[in-house]
């Protein structure tokens, strides 16, 4: 089983990498995991020219987001993170989804999208700074968590569970037991 882990955050230490590795902890050698930090991706803001829904790719010239691009649609899963910015995921995440457009959706002739990666799975890790219970009644860690599952929804992703660690600007160590439930999220996601 081949595996990505799309690293939102720019923290190598961090709460969402530390919780990701915990997701990633339980493959084993038969899985090909591949680790992408989307921060260090060189790579051209989208300009919106739509082009990429006629011809089926972005027509900007190749960077890191076409390589990566590639790398999703031989992935048979995800493994997503992101810190929370103003209820939404990072930039730099967001920005390598908004130019893989045609790589999670295309359309139909009469415009309906139509999901491009149906059957694959994925997990979702999301961390804030606003602590319980202010980060759910103020949808921070919520909203950066619809906003990936929007993108994982229009590709036909099945979304196997869901982390959120919030209030991380005061409490920085992760519970045990949101730990194990990193680690139960990956045996689950390799696990049919």
């Not at 720019?10 to 921060?39: M, N, Y």
């Not at 300009?47 to 990429?52: D, E, I, Q, S, Y």
């Not at 995800?78 to 390598?96: C, D, F, R, V, Y």
């Amino acid at each position: 089983m081949k595996l990505l882990v799309l690293n939102g955050s720019p923290r190598k230490r961090g709460t969402v990498a530390s919780l990701l590795k915990q997701v990633a902890a339980p493959l084993t050698a038969e899985h090909d995991i591949e680790w992408i930090d989307a921060g260090k991706l060189e790579m051209k803001f989208c300009t919106a020219c739509m082009v990429c829904r006629e011809k089926e790719a972005c027509i900007l010239p190749e960077d890191d987001a076409h390589r990566v691009g590639k790398k999703i649609q031989d992935a048979d899963a995800l493994i997503i993170g992101t810190p929370t910015h103003w209820g939404n995921m990072s930039a730099p995440l967001k920005l390598l989804f908004d130019r893989n457009i045609p790589v999670f959706m295309g359309e139909s002739p009469n415009g309906i999208p139509q999901p491009r990666q149906k059957g694959k799975r994925a997990v979702i890790v999301a961390a804030c700074t606003t602590p319980w219970p202010f980060n759910f009644i103020f949808p921070q860690s919520r909203g950066a968590i619809r906003a990936v599952k929007e993108v994982l929804h229009y590709g036909g992703y099945k979304i196997v569970g869901t982390i959120s660690k919030p209030g991380t600007k005061k409490a920085k160590e992760i519970p045990p037991s949101l730990m194990a439930k990193a680690k139960r999220l990956g045996e689950k996601l390799v696990n049919r």
